[in-house]
């Protein structure tokens, strides 16, 4: 059975039917997923209360009757078990009309009943295996971990940023002395990228340390006598 076209097809029924509720949509679609996970037998074993709860019909009286109703209305068969310890039936009839699937089935064109014919499944559906996860590269698991760099790559590295050697040994001693976590607490994933953030921050340091040179910008003629 096209799975696809099945569903097509019951929608286009459902919405052209004023007689359903959202009930009879809720109720049959929770009674299409146990006939689906169970492969589409010829019938399927229920509980109501199973059903009621996929369905989320709260009503023991509404769920009676929309499922004596899709009966009535030819969406499905309806056989109530009258034995507490066994479940009822439903046969859930057949909308996928293909080609492919009158293959499958007798030919059917002799019977003058109105009522859709309850017909045994015959799975011709390929299933494809699962797709297995791909595997994953030792060589690029490691090339992720972090590793310390050596002090001349960091030195190397200060220079391209027109750095120094002084602020590169201060930033090698600081992380190596601390096992390279950032923050002294998170493990470092990119050294370079903490390399230009020292970089800066020495910058400004040593901008805002250093002593300021010359007069005060003040104007040497200014005449006191005149009030503020």
């Known amino acids: 059975m096209n799975y696809i076209t099945h569903i097509e097809k019951i929608n286009d029924l459902f919405v052209e039917d004023e007689r359903l509720s959202p009930w009879h949509v809720s109720l049959y679609y929770a009674l299409f997923h146990l006939w689906n996970h169970a492969k589409f037998p010829e019938y399927v074993s229920i509980s109501r209360f199973e059903m009621m709860k996929a369905s989320k019909i709260g009503s023991v009286n509404t769920y009676l009757k929309c499922l004596k109703e899709l009966d009535k209305f030819g969406y499905l068969k309806y056989e109530p078990s009258r034995n507490p310890q066994k479940g009822s039936l439903v046969y859930l009839f057949i909308f996928d009309t293909t ?16 009522e859709p014919r309850v017909r045994p499944y015959i799975n011709n559906i390929k299933h494809t295996k699962q797709l297995k996860q791909p595997k994953t590269n030792k060589g690029e698991n490691e090339k992720l971990r972090f590793s310390p760099p050596k002090s001349e790559e960091i030195e190397s590295f200060f220079l391209e940023q027109e750095s120094t050697d002084s602020e590169a040994h201060k930033f090698f001693n600081y992380f190596e002395s601390n096992g390279w ?9 990119n050294w370079k990228a903490a390399a230009r ?23 040497q003629n200014k005449d006191y006598s005149v009030p503020l």
């Open 181 to 189: 976590l950032v923050g002294g607490k998170s493990k470092m994933k």
């Open 197 to 219: 953030n020292w970089i800066i921050n020495s910058r400004k340091w040593n901008s805002s340390e250093a002593p300021q040179s010359g007069n005060l910008h003040t104007n």
């Open 99 to 114: 080609s492919e699937l009158a293959k499958n089935y007798e030919d059917t064109s002799t019977d003058t009943t109105s």
